[in-house]
């Protein structure tokens, strides 16, 4: 029954994103707010369809921890689900990416119109200066988007070893001198990082405390990977408890 679930909300994901990717078509040579508007949409819809069609819960803790202006959005990164927290949650998020999910029809499309920030994942030196002045070119001081990056780069399962790479975000932090918002999660537990898969239960995106502007490189470093590691470990094990499981990667689930 779970994997008959899964397949569907697949079918849902990939069909709504047929369609709004259709009804929106028009939005690409509209004002880039109606192209954010309906990608926020879309993103309710997952949320709804999690819901119905997979019965997991989506709730989103520490809201009141989100500053205003600009800041940097630091999340823990599990499953797909993740890049599009920030745009039921940020007033105007700014994704750094992939570069080629702008090979994706639709997405692709509208990851241009959105002017989001595509970059090489082999982070050569060239990679990360082209990131940093398009990031400061669409957040001048004082004002402007929120910038949303991964620090491990890559999806990763509950329970796995971190791996922040320091290089981007520190690049980021130090140009734009803004805080960086840490943002926690379990959703790999619900939502596996590969595969079709998806079990029944609460999805938690937990909003921490903001790391103040102006700190060292291995201060930032050191309390931003402490504070979401120990939030997002504190979440898989509600998560688990939930599940009825007691290890992210045991076999056995409840239908």
């Known amino acids: 029954m779970m994997q008959l679930r899964s397949l569907l909300f697949v079918a849902y994901l990939y069909g709504m994103m047929a369609l709004m990717g259709t009804v929106f078509i028009i939005a690409l040579v509209l ?35 989100i500053p205003d202006g600009p800041f940097m959005y630091a999340g823990k990164h599990q499953c797909m689900f993740d890049i599009f927290v920030p745009f039921i949650t940020l007033r105007d998020s700014l994704i750094i990416m992939k570069r080629e999910l702008l090979w994706y029809p639709f997405l692709g499309w509208y990851a241009l119109k959105s002017d989001m920030i595509p970059i090489d994942r082999a982070g050569s030196t060239k990679t990360l200066r082209s990131m940093v002045k398009q990031a400061k070119a669409k957040v001048p001081t004082g004002q402007g988007r929120q910038v949303v990056i991964f620090p491990e780069g890559t999806r990763s399962a509950p329970g796995a070893p971190p791996h ?11 140009a734009l001198d803004v805080p960086v918002l840490p943002v926690a999660t379990n959703a790999g537990l619900c939502w596996p990082a590969h595969g079709t898969l998806r079990r029944p239960g609460r999805i938690v995106y937990e909003f921490l405390p903001v790391i103040p502007a102006g700190l060292d490189r291995k201060t930032l470093m050191k309390r931003l990977e402490s504070d ?3 939030a997002t470990d504190r979440l898989v ?16 689930q409840p239908t």
């Not at 707010?33 to 949320?47: C, D, E, F």
């Not at 509600?238 to 290890?247: D, K, N, P, Y």
């Open 237 to 252: 094990t509600e998560g688990l408890a939930i599940q009825g499981r007691t290890q992210p990667n045991e076999d056995r």
């Open 31 to 65: 004002p880039r707010v109606v192209i954010m508007r309906g990608i926020r949409i879309y993103a309710q819809s997952l949320r709804w369809g999690m819901k119905v069609i997979c019965g997991i819960e989506t709730e989103f803790r520490g809201l009141e921890n």
């Open 228 to 230: 979401i590691e120990t």
């Open 164 to 174: 922040y790479h320091a290089a981007g975000v520190v690049a980021l932090y130090k």
